[in-house]
T-cell receptor
Framework: EAEVAQSPRYKITEKSQAVAFWCDPISGHATLYWYRQILGQGPELLVQFQDESVVDDSQLPKDRFSAERLKGVDSTLKIQPAELGDSAMYLC?????????????FGSGTQLSVL | KQEVTQIPAALSVPEGENLVLNCSFTDSAIYNLQWFRQDPGKGLTSLLLIQSSQREQTSGRLNASLDKSSGRSTLYIAASQPGDSATYLCASDQTGANNLFFGTGTRLTVIP
């Protein structure tokens, strides 16, 4: 069964350093999402792409976070500089229309620890 | 902004028991309500989606209900099994664009 691929699985960095996460959605899925999940909380949407265009980035801290999906396939989320409060699980998801609605498929995430 | 609450935060039950997980939301103008399962250190798996016009959805031993007027949804799990142990999250979609507002989840442990 096709899966959303994310790498790296774990990332440890020091504050003020730059980090990048990669996501490859399920083939054919036009919509891609980046969510952030702080320990003990539910995920929060950071950015949503439709093909290569940003649909919603209202909750993305744009002073330090950036996201791109240049060819409308895989995507990169970058943080520069990283802060202690950025420690979280970063989840990528893609969606397809199933039974009349957009069903979400999540990757296993990148666990970021900022020291 | 939509606020989604899940109670209890954790629940332990013996194998075979039927159980109900609760989800409440403050803004009843939802497009749909979704339930997910998350295993430790993993991503989320979509379980059920209830459209705003629906009252319930069923998949196997899972049944989710929706009462928009009271701002509540429940996930019923029948004949629980140890493999059901996971965190269950509900999320509301206000627009149909999958910009989901998640609850903090209920961590379920099914004891063999």
């Amino acid at each position: 069964e096709a899966e959303v691929a994310q790498s790296p699985r774990y990332k440890i960095t020091e504050k003020s350093q730059a980090v990048a996460f990669w996501c490859d959605p399920i083939s054919g899925h036009a919509t891609l999402y980046w969510y952030r999940q702080i320990l003990g909380q539910g995920p929060e949407l950071l950015v949503q792409f439709q093909d290569e265009s940003v649909v919603d980035d209202s909750q993305l801290p744009k002073d330090r976070f950036s996201a791109e999906r240049l060819k409308g396939v895989d995507s990169t989320l970058k943080i520069q500089p990283a802060e202690l409060g950025d420690s979280a699980m970063y989840l990528c998801a893609s969606s397809s229309t199933t039974g009349g609605y957009e069903k979400l498929f999540f990757g296993s995430g990148t666990q970021l620890s900022v020291l | 902004k939509q606020e989604v609450t899940q109670i209890p935060a954790a629940l332990s039950v013996p194998e075979g028991e039927n159980l109900v997980l609760n989800c409440s939301f403050t803004d009843s103008a939802i497009y749909n309500l979704q339930w997910f399962r998350q295993d430790p250190g993993k991503g989320l798996t979509s379980l059920l989606l209830i459209q705003s016009s629906q009252r319930e959805q069923t998949s196997g031993r899972l049944n989710a209900s929706l009462d928009k007027s009271s701002g509540r949804s429940t996930l019923y799990i029948a004949a629980s099994q140890p493999g059901d142990s996971a965190t269950y999250l509900c999320a509301s979609d206000q627009t149909g664009a999958n910009n989901l507002f998640f609850g903090t989840g209920t961590r379920l442990t099914v004891i063999p």
